[in-house]
């Protein structure tokens, strides 16, 4: 037997899950509790300001020309 585990990304799954259970395909145990940290895909969503963006950027040529020199 193998354990593993699946996030639901829709509200139909589960109920999909559910009927295999029924069927004795699967067995269903309750979720560990995570903790309230957001995933790292949400964490890091979003969109970097232009004053940011402007900055990484001469950042980047700065470090590129100073590994030309080498």
Known sequence: MQTIT???LNDDALALLQQLER???IKLRPAKIMSSAPSPKK???GRLS???ASKMLQHI???RKEWQRI
């Open 6 to 8: 699946v996030e639901l």
């Open 43 to 45: 964490q890091w969503a």
């Open 61 to 63: 040529e700065l470090s």
């Open 50 to 52: 232009g004053t940011t």
């Open 23 to 25: 069927l004795n395909i």
